[in-house]
């Protein structure tokens, strides 16, 4: 079967609207150009590229690949927001959204991986994978990669849907797959961290844990770090495929993933604890109380934010608090554009906050529950919710 591609010029608009999206399968290829990526890295074992970076996209669940969470400039709307519209598909939408040349890539749990255009909110495309989607795609060079809960980790042509390649993975992904210098990572339920050719994804090597890895990868320099169920933070010398540290946490795994800024590795665990680690040797720095799961926080200029069951702002060299927000029930990590802090709740509301000092900007209400992170990018603000509605919004 072919990948089901929409003209923009005949379907419904997006705005102001609803409608039911069908999937349809993709035939599967080989021979992609290949998509490789620099990981932003400075040398020092950390990753500036979400600092400094400007939100004409957001290519992956927290930016980079270094989880950053944070771009200067650019991003989604800041004084007020406005519904661009809603697509409906069949299931919830279980991942986050990834946005690239004004195209929306969004994974549901009916399999499928949806391309909406943020210009007028036609459908690009819509790819059937064959597996539930719970974990967020990644767009790289004109290709995105996704994996699903049939253990298929597939590489899709971002501007006609057609499959380049598939694999089958020992089990299924638990996170998002990151690619950094020509190589694509991706954590997995068999206590595997993979390491992948984006190419025609033919395995490269493995790193075992002693626990299905949920959280990451993340990658900076010559190291990718990940967090897996058996409590413990890894960090693997990408060269040599070995172990360089671990750390142990407080009741770890989850989709904790480590954050690495500035030589620093932050990553905290579901009983509420942020650490900042240093990144060469794994040593403590300092730990600081972040209240409830601690999701993988966001990082910029000299500030660490962190979701718990309250939203807190850290200072990134000491770990003191400066200060907190209470919003409800929050539901995936923060994504910081332009010096404004968005998170969806599983309340059904989207919030803007001023990073100075946590004060709110703008909510908006949304239709249903929203438990994952947003995706801002060109002045729009993109989630899915729980009920399978994909929404975007815009200044007013």
């Not at 042509?157 to 020992?170: K, N, Y």
């Not at 995936?332 to 802090?341: E, F, I, K, W």
């Not at 990073?355 to 239709?367: F, P």
Request: glycine share 14%; hydrophobic share 35%.
């Amino acid at each position: 079967m072919t990948s089901h591609r929409t003209d923009r010029r005949t379907v419904l608009a997006l705005v102001g609207g609803s409608v039911t999206i069908s999937a349809a399968g993709c035939t599967s290829q080989t021979g992609p150009d290949d998509p490789l990526a620099e990981s932003g890295s400075d040398g020092d074992g950390s990753d500036t590229g979400g600092n400094g970076g400007s939100a004409t996209e957001w290519p992956t669940v927290q930016y980079d690949a270094a989880n950053t969470g944070a771009v200067d400039a650019g991003g989604g709307p800041r004084d007020s927001a406005t519904l661009l519209g809603t697509h409906t598909v069949r299931d919830r939408i279980g991942a986050e959204p990834a946005i690239a040349d004004g195209v929306a890539y969004v994974g549901s749990w009916d399999g499928t991986l949806y391309a909406l255009s943020l210009a007028d909110g036609s459908l690009e495309w819509s790819v059937d994978t064959g597996g539930g989607i719970s974990t967020p795609p990644a767009v790289v060079d004109g290709t995105v990669f996704v994996g699903n809960g049939a253990g298929s980790l597939q590489a899709i042509d971002a501007a006609s849907g057609e499959r380049s390649w598939t694999v089958d993975l020992p089990a299924p992904a638990r996170a998002g797959p990151a690619i950094a210098d020509g190589t694509l990572y991706v954590g997995c339920g068999d206590d595997r961290l993979y390491a992948r050719s984006p190419t025609d994804g033919s395995e490269l090597w493995s790193f075992r844990t002693a626990g299905p890895v949920a959280g990451g990868p993340t990658v900076a320099d010559d190291t990718v770090y990940v967090q897996s169920h058996d409590d413990y933070v890894y960090a693997i010398d990408i060269a040599d495929r070995s172990e360089r540290w671990k750390f142990r946490v407080e009741n770890g795994g989850g989709p904790n993933a480590p954050t690495v800024v500035d030589g620093t590795v932050y990553v905290g665990d579901n009983n509420g604890r942020l650490y900042a680690l240093e990144a060469r040797s794994g040593d403590e720095r300092w730990t600081a109380t972040a209240t409830g799961t601690v999701r993988t926080p966001a990082v910029v200029d000299d500030t660490v934010y962190t979701r718990g069951s309250l939203i807190r702002a850290f200072d990134a060299a000491t770990g003191e608090r400066r200060w907190q927000a209470d919003v409800g029930r929050i539901g995936g990590s923060p994504t910081v554009a332009d010096g404004v802090l968005y998170v969806g709740t599983w309340d059904a509301v989207v919030y803007a906050l001023d990073i100075a000092d946590g004060s709110t900007r703008w909510t908006r209400d949304a239709e249903y529950e929203i438990s994952r992170s947003v995706a801002v990018a060109d002045g729009a603000l993109v989630y899915g919710d729980d009920y399978g509605n994909i929404a975007a919004l815009t200044e007013k």
